[in-house]
T-cell receptor
Framework: AQSVAQPEDQVNVAEGNPLTVKCTYS??????LFWYVQYPNRGLQFLLK??????LVKGSYGFEAEFNKSQTSFHLKKPSALVSDSALYFC??????????FGAGTRLTVKP | SAVISQKPSRDICQRGTSLTIQCQVD?????MFWYRQQPGQSLTLIAT?????????ESGFVIDKFPISRPNLTFSTLTVSNMSPEDSSIYLC????????????FGPGTRLTVL
């Protein structure tokens, strides 16, 4: 069955530093991978996706993600973190039925 | 992207009662889904709302507890029946198109507290 894992419950970075939020996946067939962000008291917002093509995918708010097939990873990155990036981040994968399955989430805190 | 609204945005309910949550989309969409997000946890798919037919429920969720309607391509309701404190969660409506390539869009959620 398709699944994603987010090994870190919490990531803390200082403003201006690069950030990485980790995600690994397990799929049969081609992986369709997604990142979402959830700000406090808000719904989920789509950030970016990997379907095929370039391994480096660029998305909203300056975020990007790198697809690594050999390591079955899809880590979310940003070169310079902002305090306003503090939120809950979810990695997700489409399963064979087309349903979206979410990781447990990683809470990112960016300190000034 | 689709604009999705949910009503109510939050509610506090008594044990044993039922609450119906509405989801309205500003455009016709193929797929509509209902998710539950329990406090501090990830999203769990409850069911896929099918237009003109019964919803497709995930393992652990049943129609008697979570009846769903979808009368057209822009509207769906989820009812949480005979509520208990364990039903306290955020309930999220989501929409998408029939393709694994495409992302889903989410409503703002309904925060439910059951006393």
């Amino acid at each position: 069955a398709q699944s994603v894992a987010q090994p870190e419950d919490q990531v803390n970075v200082a403003e201006g530093n690069p950030l990485t939020v980790k995600c690994t996946y397990s799929v049969s067939g081609n992986p369709y991978l997604f990142w979402y962000v959830q700000y406090p008291n808000r719904g989920l917002q789509f950030l970016l996706k990997y379907i095929t093509g370039d391994n480096l995918v660029k998305g909203s708010y300056g975020f990007e993600a790198e697809f690594n097939k050999s390591q079955t990873s899809f880590h979310l990155k940003k070169p310079s973190a902002l305090v306003s990036d503090s939120a809950l981040y979810f990695c997700a994968v489409r399963d064979s039925r087309g349903d979206m399955r979410f990781g447990a989430g990683t809470r990112l805190t960016v300190k000034p | 992207s689709a604009v999705i609204s949910q009503k109510p945005s939050r509610d506090i309910c008594q044990r044993g009662t039922s609450l119906t949550i509405q989801c309205q989309v500003d455009s016709q969409v193929t797929m509509m889904f209902w998710y539950r997000q329990q406090p501090g946890q990830s999203l769990t798919l409850i069911a896929t709302a099918n237009q003109g037919s019964e919803a497709t429920y995930e393992s652990g969720f049943v129609i008697d507890k979570f009846p769903i309607s979808r009368p057209n391509l822009t509207f769906s309701t989820l009812t949480v029946s005979n509520m208990s404190p364990e039903d306290s969660s955020i309930y999220l409506c989501s929409v998408g198109v029939t393709s694994s390539y495409n992302e889903q869009f989410f409503g703002p959620g309904t925060r439910l507290t059951v006393l």
